[in-house]
């Protein structure tokens, strides 16, 4: 199975590339653009997967949220991303740009992991690209722990993945004190 798995990715990979070669792919098929606002330094998990998506897929614009402001707004204005992603502060800065006028960009999605999406972020953000941003709940340990529905606004976990459970200090069950993910 693994060996036809490898033959199929290939065979993909190579039709993508004909597709491209002659054209064929552009307007049908083109790399989604994806931009990621978040700390794109260090050994995090989110910057270890953001830089390993597949190129023949999407087209990456890693954004430092330490750098200055004026050349994040710069490069993301070149960029028109498709894709937004990275920290809910991250995107809640872009927002407040874009509602500024020092943006101006029109992306399709916007998912928001590493910190909180607080109520003011999710409205900053509608307001700004008219679109319902995607909490995620992730970590270095786990990716992607859980996530939120688009109709409830609630993060829900991966249950069939992860065993999630709220423990004591001694790891015996208990109603609150800390939550185990095994």
Same mark, same amino acid.
Not at 5 to 27: C, D
Not at 73 to 85: E, G, H, K, L, M
Not at 144 to 161: G, K, M
């Given at each position: 199975?693994?060996?036809?798995? %490898?033959?199929? %990715?290939?065979?993909?990979?190579?039709?993508?590339?004909?597709?491209?070669?002659?054209?064929?792919?552009?307007?049908?098929?083109?790399?989604?653009?994806?931009? =990621?606002?978040?700390?794109?330094?260090?050994? =995090?998990?989110?910057?270890?997967? =953001?830089?390993?998506?597949?190129?023949?897929?999407?087209?990456?614009?890693?954004? $430092?949220?330490?750098?200055?402001?004026?050349?994040?707004?710069?490069?993301?204005?070149?960029?028109?991303?498709?894709?937004?992603?990275?920290?809910?502060?991250?995107?809640?800065?872009?927002?407040?740009?874009?509602?500024? %006028?020092?943006?101006?960009?029109?992306?399709?999605?916007?998912?928001?992991? %590493?910190?909180?999406?607080?109520?003011?972020?999710? /409205?900053?953000?509608?307001?700004?690209?008219?679109?319902?941003?995607?909490?995620?709940?992730?970590?270095?340990?786990?990716?992607?722990?859980?996530?939120?529905?688009?109709? /409830?606004?609630?993060?829900?976990?991966?249950?069939?993945?992860? $065993?999630?459970?709220?423990?004591?200090?001694?790891?015996?069950?208990?109603? $609150?004190?800390?939550?185990?993910?095994?």
């Amino acid at each position: 199975v693994a060996r036809e798995a %490898g033959i199929a %990715g290939v065979w993909t990979h190579a039709k993508a590339l004909a597709l491209r070669a002659t054209g064929m792919g552009h307007p049908l098929w083109r790399r989604k653009r994806v931009a =990621f606002i978040a700390a794109t330094e260090g050994h =995090f998990a989110s910057v270890a997967t =953001f830089y390993n998506l597949p190129s023949v897929l999407f087209k990456l614009l890693p954004l $430092s949220i330490s750098n200055p402001i004026e050349g994040i707004c710069a490069q993301i204005n070149r960029f028109q991303p498709d894709v937004i992603t990275g920290y809910a502060s991250g995107l809640n800065l872009l927002a407040e740009e874009q509602l500024a %006028g020092h943006i101006e960009i029109a992306p399709k999605e916007a998912y928001c992991t %590493g910190d909180p999406l607080t109520t003011t972020f999710r /409205q900053r953000i509608e307001k700004a690209f008219g679109l319902n941003p995607v909490n995620m709940y992730r970590s270095s340990e786990t990716m992607t722990l859980a996530c939120e529905c688009r109709t /409830q606004h609630r993060l829900h976990p991966f249950n069939d993945w992860f $065993s999630v459970q709220v423990v004591d200090k001694n790891l015996a069950p208990a109603n $609150s004190d800390r939550v185990v993910v095994a």
